[in-house]
């Protein structure tokens, strides 16, 4: 029997993950998979909340490059987020997984409005946790949301799922010299200017001991490896 190195985690995922090989919407495929892993590690006993991006959607920050008022290009983004979100109780539900989606914003009956000890009391009782709309508020990004979330929710670790399989020297898909750290301090990231989470989210987790692991999302099996300690992806610390 696999032992539980993370018995709660927060599980970040960037809303363009779900696009697949597409360049917009969602991948019924890569929610399909996202599920079965992410079922894998509930059945295992873990408990989970997740923050979902909604790039694949609309962005609020480039939608201001394109005349949109940031206010309200951030307020699209929010309700991108639950869009997304939805998509993901569903297909965990399909998966066989009790999920709940909870948001920053009032948006009954869609979703129930956020509380940290709401979360914890849906997650002590077997339940996926989604948390919709980022902080609720502009000009802070889902990466944000995502170490809020985490350090109010007291988890064990931020797990931030991305195409690549860590954090490397330089962007692998652009410098084949690039290699990757197997861990790092949050010093060493800092003084590096490596860019793993926006600075207000990378400042929220080293402040509060909220260790970031960065992995492949998108290999079917790393959450479970992760999860009973396999050593997968870079984590900081």
């Given at each position: 029997m696999n032992v539980i190195k993370y018995q709660r985690v927060l599980l970040k995922l960037s809303g363009e993950s779900l696009t697949g090989n597409g360049n917009y919407g969602i991948s019924s495929d890569v929610l399909s998979q996202y599920s079965s892993d992410i079922a894998s590690i509930i059945k295992a006993g873990v408990q989970v909340a997740i923050v979902i991006g909604g790039g694949n959607?609309?962005?609020g920050i480039s939608g201001a490059g394109k005349g949109f008022d940031r206010i309200k290009g951030d307020n699209m983004g929010m309700l991108a987020t639950v869009?997304?979100?939805l998509a993901i109780q569903s297909a965990l539900e399909n998966a066989g997984i009790r999920a709940k989606v909870l948001t920053s914003i009032c948006m009954s009956p869609i979703g129930e409005h956020y509380s940290s000890s709401k979360a914890i009391e849906y997650m002590e009782a077997g339940y996926t946790v989604i948390i919709a709309g980022g902080t609720g508020n502009p000009f802070f990004t889902t990466d944000s949301a995502a170490a809020l979330r985490g350090v109010?929710?007291?988890t064990n670790v931020l797990?931030?799922?991305?195409r690549v399989d860590g954090v490397y020297?330089?962007?692998?898909?652009k410098d084949p010299d690039a290699t990757k750290y197997s861990s790092l301090s949050?010093?060493?990231a800092y003084d590096k200017?490596?860019?793993?989470?926006?600075?207000?989210?990378?400042?929220?987790?080293r402040e509060n001991s909220l260790p970031i692991l960065v992995f492949d999302m998108n290999t079917p099996g790393n959450l479970k490896k992760i999860v009973t300690g396999e050593i997968v992806g870079t984590v900081i610390e």
């Open positions: 959607i609309f962005r869009i997304n979100s109010e929710l007291k797990l931030k799922g991305t020297t330089a962007d692998p898909e949050f010093a060493e200017g490596l860019k793993i989470m926006d600075l207000t989210a990378f400042t929220l987790c």
